[in-house]
């Protein structure tokens, strides 16, 4: 095996208590890395990461962020990828709510150097496209192209704890980094995972996504967000689950042949649920909606996680809200394999009332 050049580890912590031992994995690799800097108490994620790059002396360092395991093998897997126009290779992670992330990262000091993280909703995704610009590539670390995402080489573990607030404050940010991506089938993609995960918490980040698809921000919040209203009433709500509270909610919206009335409909419908304080309902509804093979079923399953969040129903607020998820346009195209759902449709519409 050819000599792998030196790499420094950047440890980017908040102070959370899994620092030490993200840390312990970094000095247990394999190929023995120069340094470690430890970042700590910096936020949002682009100040943090640009300081740690301004004390790397190493042509190579590793993000580690303090939420990660690392297996022995991860820097030495990472650095037997690059080649010479690589700025960054990227491996996966196992975790207990997706059962696999992208988060290791092995970047190239001089394309961080040149280009640091700006503060924008999505540093990572502005950085990659910048040094596309220049000539860059990103790859992934022993990725099966072939093989089911299931099967693909994982580096390490990616072990937050998922804590009720957590999941929240991260997936709204995760919900309007994905608007701001402007990436449809990622949003439908998440939803889908998130629903079949049997983690505890994957219905709050399954809620919490949706509705920070609506978020207004544009700067960088990884590692600062910090909404309380919103959350208290998220928990609030799902805590009459299996209580028998809530009163009976008769309407079921039927489905839309057009993306905008499917939004509409089931915003009106999350936000009768939580004024009627029907969590059970909710849920059932949610799952239903996974369930069928709806052309707009994501559109749908985000207006009613995010119509719990309101407190009554107002065109002029549905309106603009729609006009957020406009910019999944591309997503919202007819083709050939909608006919059934049409065909579902009109006979849901036509059949006798009552």
Request: net charge positive; with cysteine; hydrophobic share 40%.
């Amino acid at each position: 095996m050819s000599r792998v050049p030196e790499v420094t580890a950047v440890v980017l912590s908040i102070g959370e208590p899994t620092t030490a031992r993200a840390i312990e994995s970094v000095k247990r690799q394999t190929v023995a890395l120069k340094e470690i800097v430890l970042i700590e108490g910096i936020a949002p994620f682009h100040r943090a990461l640009n300081e740690g790059v301004g004390r790397v002396t190493t042509p190579l360092f590793v993000q580690v962020d303090a939420d990660m395991i690392l297996d022995p093998d991860c820097v030495e897997s990472l650095a037997a990828c690059l080649a010479d126009n690589v700025a960054v290779v990227v491996g996966q992670l196992r975790d207990p709510l997706y059962g696999r992330v992208e988060g290791i990262k092995l970047f190239r000091t001089e394309s961080v150097r040149r280009y640091p993280f700006r503060d924008s909703i999505s540093p990572d995704t502005d950085f990659v496209r910048e040094i596309g610009q220049q000539g860059w590539a990103v790859i992934y670390a022993l990725r099966y192209p072939e093989g089911e995402r299931a099967q693909w080489h994982t580096l390490g573990e990616h072990d937050p704890g998922y804590a009720p607030r957590y999941t929240y404050t991260k997936h709204v940010v995760k919900g309007r980094r994905l608007r701001y991506r402007e990436d449809g089938t990622a949003v439908r993609d998440h939803l889908q995972v998130l629903h079949a995960s049997t983690h505890p918490a994957s219905l709050i980040a399954e809620i919490a996504l949706a509705h920070g698809l609506f978020l207004d921000c544009e700067g960088d919040l990884l590692g600062r967000y910090q909404e309380d209203g919103e959350f208290r009433r998220l928990m609030d709500f799902l805590g009459c689950r299996g209580r028998g509270r809530g009163r009976r909610i008769d309407v079921a919206p039927l489905p839309a042949l057009f993306p905008k009335a499917a939004f509409r409909r089931w915003y009106r419908l999350g936000i009768s649920l939580a004024r009627g304080r029907s969590a059970d309902r909710f849920e059932r509804e949610l799952g239903q909606l996974h369930g069928r093979s709806y052309s707009w079923s994501w559109v749908m399953q985000v207006g009613l996680c995010h119509g719990i969040f309101a407190e009554r129903f107002d065109p002029a607020t549905l309106a603009r809200e729609w006009s957020k998820l406009r910019v999944f346009g591309s997503c919202f195209q007819l083709g050939a394999a909608t006919r059934p759902f049409v065909r579902e449709v009109w006979a849901r519409v036509r059949a006798p009332q009552g």
